[in-house]
C-alpha cells in the first residue's frame, strides 16, 4: 500500500486535487471512477505531504487507537452542538497532548480550510485513519450524517479493541508462568546442579540423579550446538510471518491448533462480519466494502478468500454463493448471509452473526484459560519438583 497524490475532473468540471491510499495507480483510478471523478494525474508519494521531514518521520509512526477513538467521539459531539467542523477540529487540536496526532490535525486543518472535504484531508494519513474510516466519513459527508458516522466509527473501534484485548489477555498469563518456570528450570540446570556435580560423581546415584547430571553435562558440552539450534527455530517462525507464500499458509493453518485455533478464528468471524456490517449500514457499496474490510486484516489467507469473494462478485455471483467453498468462513455466516440477501437485511444478519460468534470467542477464551494454566502450572510443576527431587535425592545417597 502507497499514498498517492491525484488531480481529477468532477461531473461538474472542476479540478479536485487530495491524496489517496491505495495498491497501484490502477486502483486509485478504478476509486475515483466510482466516485464520478476523471483522473488527470497519479503520482506515488511516501506519506503525503510530510514525506522525507522530521515532522513526517514522526508522523508516520501509528497512533494509538484509544486517541483515535476519543477524537472521533469529541467530534462528533462539537458537531451535534453545531460548531462548525474547522472550529471543532481546532478545538481538538489545541488541546491534544499527542505530539505526533497534533501535528496530524494541523494538516487536516490547513486541508479542511482550504476547502477539502474531511475524508480526503483523513486519507493522507493512512497511518492514524484507515481506509474503512474514511470511506465511512466520505460517505457520512455525502448524506449529511457525519455526527452519526463518527459515532458508529467510534463504537466500531471501541469493539475491535475490547475484542483484540480479550484475546491478548488470554494469552498474557499462560506466557508469564511458562516463561517463569522454564528459567527456574534453566537456572537450576545451568547454575545450581553444577555446583552439586563435583561432590556427588564418582559416586553411586539414584537414577533421577544421574539422569540430571547427565543433562547438565550434555549442555555443557553441546551449547553451541543448542543455540544454533534455538536460533534456526526462531528464524523459521520469524520466516513465517515474513515470506508470503509461507504465512499464507501458517495463516490457513494455524486457526485450527488445539484450544488456541478457535480462539483465532472466531475473533476473525466477529472482525470480519462487524467490519462489513458497519461499512454496509454507513452505505458503502457493497465491492468497495468488501475492499476495506479486506485491508483490515493481517491474516493472509482470509485475504487471499476475500480476494476470491470479490472476483465472483464482479462476475455477476451472489455474496453467499461467493462463500462457498472457503474453510475460514462458518456455515452460521454463509447461511445468515443467504438469509440477508433474501432479505434486503444484509448488515442485520452480519450483526447477528457477529454477537453470536462473539459469544462463543468468550466462552472459548474462557476455556482456553481452563485449561492452559492448570496444564502450564502443572507441567512446569513437575519439571521444578523433578530436578529438586533429583538434587535432595542426590545429596541423601551421600548419607546412605
Request: hydrophobic share 45%; aromatic share 8%.
Amino acid at each position: 500500500m502507497a499514498n498517492f497524490h491525484y488531480s481529477a475532473i468532477d461531473e461538474r468540471g472542476d479540478i479536485k486535487k487530495s491524496s489517496m491510499y491505495a495498491g497501484s495507480r490502477d486502483e486509485v483510478g478504478k476509486k475515483l471512477a466510482e466516485r464520478g471523478l476523471t483522473p488527470i494525474s497519479i503520482e506515488q508519494t511516501e506519506y503525503g505531504d510530510v514525506s522525507g521531514s522530521g515532522v513526517g518521520r514522526m508522523i508516520k509512526l501509528k497512533i494509538k487507537k484509544q486517541v483515535i477513538i476519543l477524537f472521533y467521539k469529541m467530534l462528533s459531539s462539537m458537531i451535534g452542538s453545531g460548531i462548525t467542523l474547522a472550529e471543532a477540529l481546532n478545538v481538538i487540536c489545541q488541546q491534544e497532548e499527542n505530539k505526533r496526532f497534533r501535528k496530524i490535525l494541523e494538516q487536516i486543518i490547513s486541508k479542511v480550510e482550504g476547502g477539502v472535504s474531511l475524508s480526503d484531508a483523513m486519507s493522507e494519513h493512512p497511518n492514524a485513519f484507515n481506509e474503512m474510516s474514511v470511506n465511512m466519513i466520505r460517505v457520512g459527508e455525502l448524506g449529511g450524517m457525519l455526527e452519526q458516522t463518527l459515532i458508529t466509527i467510534a463504537d466500531f473501534l471501541e469493539s475491535k479493541a475490547k475484542m483484540k484485548s480479550k484475546i491478548i489477555m488470554s494469552f498474557v498469563y499462560p506466557t508469564i508462568v511458562m516463561v517463569i518456570g522454564i528459567g527456574v528450570v534453566i537456572f537450576l540446570v545451568l547454575f545450581v546442579i553444577p555446583k552439586f556435580s563435583t561432590l556427588l560423581k564418582g559416586k553411586p546415584l539414584p537414577w533421577n540423579t544421574q539422569l540430571l547430571l547427565d543433562i547438565t553435562d550434555y549442555i555443557a558440552g553441546n551449547y553451541a550446538f543448542i543455540l544454533v539450534v534455538i536460533i534456526m527455530f526462531i528464524v523459521s517462525l520469524v520466516l513465517c510471518f515474513i515470506i508470503k507464500e509461507i504465512k499464507i499458509h501458517f495463516d490457513r493453518y494455524k486457526v485450527k491448533i488445539p484450544i488456541v485455533g478457535p480462539v483465532m478464528l472466531h475473533g476473525l468471524l466477529v472482525q470480519f462480519s462487524r467490519t462489513l456490517a458497519a461499512l454496509f449500514e454507513s452505505g458503502i457499496p457493497f465491492v468497495e466494502a468488501l475492499e476495506a474490510t479486506r485491508q483490515t486484516f493481517s491474516n493472509l489467507a482470509l485475504r487471499k478468500y476475500i480476494d476470491d469473494i470479490l472476483e465472483k462478485v464482479r462476475a455477476g455471483d451472489s455474496f453467499s454463493l461467493s462463500l462457498e467453498g472457503k474453510p475460514l468462513f462458518s456455515p452460521l455466516l454463509c447461511t445468515m448471509v443467504t438469509i440477508g440477501e433474501h432479505s434486503g437485511n444484509l448488515d442485520g444478519s452480519l450483526n447477528l452473526v457477529a454477537n453470536v460468534h462473539e459469544e462463543i470467542l468468550e466462552a472459548r477464551v474462557q476455556k482456553m484459560t481452563s485449561l492452559i494454566e492448570p496444564a502450564l502450572i502443572v507441567t512446569l510443576g513437575s519439571l521444578v519438583g523433578f530436578v529438586a527431587w533429583g538434587l535432595i535425592a542426590g545429596m541423601l545417597s551421600l548419607y546412605g
